[in-house]
């Protein structure tokens, strides 16, 4: 009998503070890979996807399909990050966490208190992964980001639907996924990085991008 062979990234703590799709199927990802992942939701309501059709149908409760293809293999805990105790909880967290992963709107995350900067200040080893519509820089990083205004922005929706017709947009949301996959390698890069360094670091990811 052979031993299991570990998962490659067994014992990396991960934060997730994102929600919708990009951040939460690079924590996905990340969980994949043995990692282990406490997703952030907001009380009530939760990750907004929770609610999105398909539904499946489990006891009193209705659980969106999409949410489900990309929050596997996590933990969640419900936080009011608005309080003071909420954003405690994320600070304790964020000292324990060896990746952190956002995905606000502009000046959402600093507004809450719980931004890159104030997150690796209190965890010079944590690696912090910011995505957002349209990155940081340029004049249009306040814009808000969704995958089907990057699809019409980018030409996408030109080369989509009958001629004579309006466009269609792409049903599987290749932006946010494409986005999520390019966070996760720069997580992993950020990774092997700290390793020769000791330090972690801020990694932007955008849809734009």
Known sequence: MTEKTP????GLRVLDLSKVLAGPLCAQYLGDMGADVIKIEPPRSGDETRGWPPLRQGGD????????SANRNKRSLAVD???EAGQEVVYRLARWADVAILSFGPGVAAKL?????????LNSRLI??????????????QGKGYDVILQAF????SITGEPGRPPVRSPFSPVDQGTGLHAL??????????????EGCTVEASLFD
């Open 7 to 10: 998962s490659p990234l067994a």
């Open 61 to 68: 409760t209705q659980t969106g399909a999409i949410f489900l």
């Open 81 to 83: 990050l608005a309080s």
């Open 113 to 121: 208190k719980i931004d890159p900067a104030t997150l690796r200040a």
């Open 128 to 141: 912090c992964c910011d995505i957002s519509g349209y990155g940081s820089q340029g004049s249009m990083n």
């Open 154 to 157: 980018s030409g996408m929706l």
């Open 185 to 198: 390698v720069g997580i992993l890069a950020a990774l092997q990085a700290r390793e020769r360094t000791g």
